[in-house]
């Protein structure tokens, strides 16, 4: 099928200015052109202007649980039914990391190059710590054995999402500034294994060595996992066979 003449002359020109277009783009984004930077800045200060709130948001969240605990006990002492529901839910509240627990383990430590406050921005993205390295380290340590984990001293869950804003973690609802700290209770012997098996931590090891970012690995005699106290539910999963 041919175009009629007036339309093929009409495209010509459009698909010459998109075909530039397209070329710009490549061209500057193969010069290194960071074409995020100026967004992760601005959403690393929004995070921080609110982190105050976040804070005290947490600290209503914790009064309101202790409420809600108070008032679960109360009706159970006089509802047989409540009761029975407790006791249920009772075997779950410690693999679903709901209690505190103690024991040997592992920390790992995860922390930004000494020099990145003098790094130009080209540098700076290989001298930070990165979200896919905590998550690199958390996936490692659960697939050695880990019983029960915190990061920067907070219980990690099934729901539990490691974030990253430029060099800051998200976790729990607060923020974090290196260097990241990561305990571990169980084997240490197969958690330590599994770190030096996993591909991420590998790059993120070879970066320390070479670039000078801080990774450390520990045994410790007794870690302390406090109980996760957050909300626990899922807002946007859905059983598809219902």
Same mark, same amino acid.
């Given at each position: ?13 459009? @698909? ?9 783009? =490549? ?19 929004? /995070?921080?202007?609110?982190? +105050? ?5 947490? *600290? !209503?969240?914790?009064?309101?649980? *202790?409420? @809600?605990?108070?008032?679960? #006990? !109360? ?6 039914? /409540? ?17 505190? $627990? ?9 922390? +930004? ?14 001298? #930070? ?7 690199? $380290? ?17 219980? @990690?869950?099934?729901?539990? *999402? ?18 990241? #700290? ?6 240490? +012997? ?7 098996? =996993? ?39 859905? +059983?598809?066979?219902?």
């Amino acid at each position: 099928m041919r175009l009629p003449r007036d339309r093929w002359r009409l495209g010509v020109p459009v @698909v010459a200015l998109a075909t530039g277009l397209l070329f710009a783009t =490549s061209a500057s984004t193969a010069r290194g052109t960071d074409l995020r930077a100026t967004q992760i800045t601005d959403l690393a200060s929004v /995070v921080r202007a609110n982190s +105050d709130r976040i804070v005290e948001a947490q *600290a !209503r969240i914790a009064e309101l649980q *202790a409420e @809600v605990n108070e008032g679960t #006990i !109360r009706a159970a002492a006089a509802n047989q039914v /409540v009761a029975q529901a407790q006791d249920r839910a009772r075997p779950l509240e410690a693999p679903g990391g709901l209690t505190a $627990v103690h024991g040997p383990g592992l920390r790992v430590e995860l922390n +930004d190059a000494s020099d990145v406050a003098d790094a130009k921005e080209d540098e700076l993205n290989a001298l #930070i710590v990165h979200q896919s390295d905590v998550q690199a $380290v958390v996936n490692a340590l659960w697939a050695g054995g880990a019983e029960a984990m915190t990061i920067m001293g907070q219980r @990690v869950i099934a729901t539990s *999402a490691v974030r990253c804003v430029g060099n800051t973690l998200l976790f729990n609802g607060e923020v974090y500034s290196p260097p990241f #700290i990561i305990e571990a209770i169980g084997p240490a +012997d197969r958690m330590r294994s599994a770190l030096n098996r =996993s591909s991420g931590v590998a790059l993120f090891a070879q970066a320390a060595k070479y670039l000078g970012l801080g990774y450390s690995v520990d045994g410790e005699a007794d870690i302390t996992a406090p109980a996760y106290t957050g909300v626990i539910s899922l807002t946007y999963a859905e +059983d598809l066979l219902r």
